[in-house]
C-alpha cells in the first residue's frame, strides 16, 4: 500500500470521477485507474462500483476512506513538522556547560540565540567538565562547553577551542591577599584555608595540580561546593578560592580579586560534541551564533575580562 495509492484513492472517492480526480492530482487518467486497481488487488476487495457509469464507494472503500483520509492527514503533519524542524521553527538543543560559563558566557548567548529563533526549546544542564562529557557519551547533550584537556577515560569528541582564560584568587575583602596585593605565585596559596569545589570540577583538578607543582598539598576548609556556594563561603571569610576571571569580573561586593603572576594560571574553553553522531540543525545552529557572537565581542573588545579569543576564524 502506496501513500501515492491512497492519494488517489480519496480523491476520486471525493470527486466520485476517476477524470476529475486525475486533474486534481496531476496525473494521466490511464495511470490513476492503474493505481486504484493495484490497491484494490493488494487488499483483495474493490473499492469502487462503476456500474452503469456511476461512481459509488463500496463497503470495503466505505471502511477504507476515514482510514485513508488519516493516514494523508498524518504524513502531512509529518511533513510540516519535519520542514519546521529544518527551518529552526521548532526543535530543542541540549546543552551542557560547567557553572563558570552559565554565569559568565552563557547568558549573552542564549539571549541572542533566543531572540532569532524563539521556538527552539533550549535545555541547560550545569555541571563539571567530567560530568558533562559522560552525558555526552551516553546520548544526553548535543553540545557541551567543557575545558580541556579533558581528563581521564573520554568518548571520541569532536572539540572547537574558543577561548583561553585566566584564572584569578579570589579573597574576602577584609582578608589581607596572597602575596600582598601582588600578583600570585601558586606557592603563596601554602597554608591558605581554600573553599573548593566538588570532584568533576576542572577548577578542583586545575587548582590541586598547580599546588601539587608547587611542592605542596592545598588546605581545605570547604570543599564540595557549587560555584554559588563558593562565593558564598569566601564571601564568608571561610577561605580563598581559584576561580575563572569571567566568573570574578561579575562576582562583586565583599571580595577581592588578584591576578597570578606570569605566566599565570589558564584554561582553555571548548565546545564539544560526540565525533559519531552529527548534533541536529538546532544545535549546529546555536554553535554559529556562539562564534558569531564570540568573534563581534572580541571585535569590539567586549570580551569578558582575562579571556583570549582562540576560536576559528
Known amino acids: 500500500m502506496q501513500f501515492q495509492q491512497l492519494l488517489y484513492f480519496v480523491t476520486v472517492a471525493e470527486t466520485r470521477h476517476f477524470t476529475r480526480a486525475a486533474e486534481r492530482v496531476h496525473v494521466a487518467q490511464p495511470s490513476l485507474s492503474q493505481q486504484i486497481r493495484a490497491l484494490e488487488r493488494e487488499l483483495g476487495a474493490e473499492l469502487f462500483s462503476r456500474a452503469r457509469g456511476n461512481i459509488a464507494l463500496t463497503d470495503a472503500g466505505e471502511a477504507l476512506l476515514p482510514l485513508a483520509r488519516r493516514i494523508l492527514a498524518d504524513t502531512e503533519t509529518a511533513r510540516y513538522e519535519v520542514q519546521e524542524l529544518v527551518q529552526l521553527r521548532s526543535g530543542r538543543v541540549r546543552l ?9 558566557l552563557l547568558p549573552d548567548v542564549l539571549r541572542v540565540f533566543h531572540d532569532l529563533h524563539p521556538a527552539i526549546r533550549l535545555e541547560l544542564e550545569e555541571s563539571g567538565s567530567h560530568d558533562l562529557v559522560r552525558d555526552l557519551a551516553r546520548g544526553a547533550l548535543d553540545l557541551a562547553l567543557v575545558v580541556l584537556p579533558l581528563t581521564g577515560p573520554s568518548p571520541a569528541l569532536t572539540t ?7 584564572l584569578v584568587v579570589v579573597s574576602p575583602a577584609a582578608v589581607p591577599p596572597p602575596g600582598g596585593g601582588a600578583p600570585v605565585r601558586a606557592a603563596d596559596l601554602r597554608d ?38 563558593v562565593l558564598g563561603f569566601v564571601r564568608a571569610g571561610l577561605g580563598i578560592a581559584v576561580l575563572p576571571s569571567m566568573v570574578a569580573e561579575r562576582a562583586a561586593p565583599g571580595l577581592r580579586t588578584t591576578p597570578f603572576a606570569r605566566p599565570g594560571l589558564q584554561r582553555t ?14 544545535a549546529r545552529e546555536l554553535r554559529r551564533v556562539l ?4 568573534r563581534e565581542a572580541a571585535d569590539r573588545g567586549r570580551l569578558p575580562g582575562g579571556t583570549e579569543l582562540i576560536a576559528p576564524a
Do not use: K, N
Not at 195 to 218: I, K, N, Q, S, W
Not at 269 to 282: E, F, G, M, S, W
Not at 291 to 294: A, I, N, S, T, Y
Open 96 to 104: 551542557g556547560a560547567t557553572p563558570s560559563l552559565c554565569t559568565g
Open 160 to 166: 572547537t577551542e574558543l577561548l583561553r582564560e585566566d
Open 192 to 229: 591558605r584555608p581554600m573553599v573548593m569545589f566538588r570532584h568533576g570540577y576542572d577548577l578542583r583538578d586545575l587548582t590541586v595540580a598547580a599546588c601539587r607543582a608547587a611542592g605542596f598539598e592545598p588546605t581545605f576548609t570547604v570543599e564540595g561546593g557549587e560555584m554559588d556556594a
Open 269 to 282: 574553553i571548548a565546545l564539544a560534541h560526540r565525533t559519531d553522531v552529527a548534533p541536529p540543525r538546532a
Open 291 to 294: 562564534l558569531v557572537h564570540l
